[in-house]
RNA sequence: GUAGCCAUAGCUCAGUUGGUUAGAGCAUCAGAUUGUGGUUCUGAGGGUCGUGGGUUCGAGCCCCAUUGGUUACCCCA
């Protein structure tokens, strides 16, 4: 039989380990500096609870379990289903346990999901995502506490930034102003390529989705506009007096905007982006996307947005929520791209000492000293076979471990022993005491 | 769902208009060196050239099919 992981997921070797969980902890630690609180969810969920919420291309992305036994030969239809991303799970736990929770509820989760896509650079079938949402709350506070804590990651993470974010609400205020309400997907769609297809291909597709000429006219001057953001805002506002809901939207906007004109955003650019769309169905409010302003990826790294009723379908009404993804293994992806790993510090998460020896009897010495080495926080480990020196060292070489101890008759003896800097060869008669005390 | 590109050793790849026994680097193992490695030198193992069929005196190379990977579109973290 051949090895192989199944199309688009891969293994993780000890050295991507080691950096994806640097990644995992940078944002964890953040998550937790502005409060939220880690829960995890199954890989599966009844698919009921998926169908319907990501919109008829999401749909058909979610990975169906196949039913079992008595029900697969009676070719029954799928019950289950692996997650497609965690906002969704979140909802259902929020409902399922909402005795217990104390509102506004902020959580993060950093789990796998999983979607029945086409692989392609960046584009995984199993891939983290990184949540953090705050459900029960409808203040705008939580957005704007999102966009600084977006920044923070990405600063920490030393990833230039740009946050794009846009409103549903001014999406459908725009609709609505064109004569066009029911086509909102459509159009927000169309526009949404206005980057990669320019202005006539976001016509064209419009055409093509039957929208009237007339509306197209309408939309025109938006499309083409370039300008600040307090410019794109007065554009917007004179566009949408008509529209109570566009209006709202630009209200939500400026109220952002401004709270966020107090704080200085250390590694990110914040952009209204008009043409920012965003697909998954359940967003009401803010939408946010952040691109890597370095490299060659140029898919999102981190999305999110306002959902004010995601908790509506499974019976409790009226709870409004905010949150935001970030896509690890992208980010990953740019770290490694932009070379970001090189100047970060390893060493707490790898071996630090190697004990290597001579025999039997000079290995179980080394046993019966690593426990006071580890009870010291230093990162040890003992060389398991008996076997020449020479290979001992290849062994601490590979593994990059910088010191060894190396004992043999004469350490058994005088109790001193050898200790090795593997960078310089430099070696000196140490006890173990004083072993430890250089490695601390 | 649509389209392009790729598939040769564990890994990265070379392989001439189709021509003898398919190569290199890295990695692995062994030795030079029985208490000292990473740099050096020597040697060894490792391949049904993705799979199946076809064309040909002869196929890693050409043709068809198939599988897998990859990239783009749709959509998305």
């Not at 008996?386 to 058994?412: H, R, S, W």
């Amino acid at each position: 039989m051949k090895p192989g992981t199944p199309k688009g997921t891969r293994d993780f070797s000890p050295t991507e380990m080691v950096r994806r969980n640097y990644i995992f902890d940078t944002i964890r630690t953040v998550f937790q500096r502005y409060g939220y609180a880690p829960i995890e969810t199954p890989a599966m969920e009844n698919l009921e609870t998926l169908m319907g919420k990501y919109g008829e291309e999401g749909d058909k992305l979610i990975f169906k379990i196949l039913p079992r036994g008595e029900k697969l030969q009676k070719l029954l239809p799928p019950e289950e289903a692996l997650r497609y991303d965690l906002t969704v799970p979140f909802a259902r736990y929020v409902v399922q346990h909402q005795n217990e929770l104390t509102f506004p509820f902020k959580r993060y989760q950093m789990q796998p999901v999983w979607r029945a896509d086409r692989p392609q650079k960046g584009r995984y079938r199993e891939f983290f995502q990184c949540d953090a949402d705050v459900i029960g709350s409808a203040s705008l506070l939580n957005e704007v506490e999102l966009v600084q804590l977006m920044d923070e990651v990405f600063s920490k993470l030393n990833v230039p930034v740009t946050i794009k974010i846009n409103n549903r609400k001014i999406l459908a205020g725009i609709a609505e102003v064109i004569g066009e309400k029911e086509k909102i997907v459509e159009i927000t769609v169309a526009i949404d390529k206005l980057d990669k297809i320019g202005v006539e291909g976001v016509n064209k597709e419009l055409v093509g989705k039957a929208i009237s000429t007339l509306a197209i006219e309408k939309l025109q001057p938006l499309i083409l506009f370039k300008g600040s953001t307090d410019d794109k805002l007065k554009l917007l506002k004179k566009l949408l007096e008509n529209s109570a809901i566009g209006k709202k939207g630009i209200e939500e906007m400026e109220y952002i905007f401004q709270q966020l004109s107090n704080f200085k955003l250390s590694n990110s650019s914040l952009e209204l982006d008009i043409t920012l769309a965003r697909g998954l169905n359940y967003y009401t409010g803010a939408i946010f996307e952040i691109k890597a302003r370095e490299g060659t990826l140029s898919s999102s790294i981190c999305g999110g947005g306002r959902y004010d009723d995601l908790t509506g379908v499974f019976g409790l009404p009226n709870v409004s929520g905010v949150g935001i993804s970030f896509g690890i293994d992208r980010i990953f992806d740019v770290l490694t791209e932009l070379n970001k790993f090189d100047g970060i510090d390893y060493s707490r998460l790898t071996t630090k000492l190697l004990f290597t020896h001579f025999g039997e009897g000079e290995q179980n010495y080394c046993l019966s000293l690593l426990p006071k080495v580890r009870a010291s926080g230093i990162n040890a480990e003992l060389y398991p076979d008996l076997t020449k020196i020479k290979k001992q060292f290849d062994y601490a070489n590979k593994k990059q471990i910088p010191f060894v101890v190396v004992v043999g008759g004469d350490e058994l003896q005088s109790g001193m022993l050898t200790f090795k800097d593997m960078s310089t060869g430099a070696q000196e008669k140490l006890s173990i005491d004083q072993v430890i005390e250089r490695l601390k």
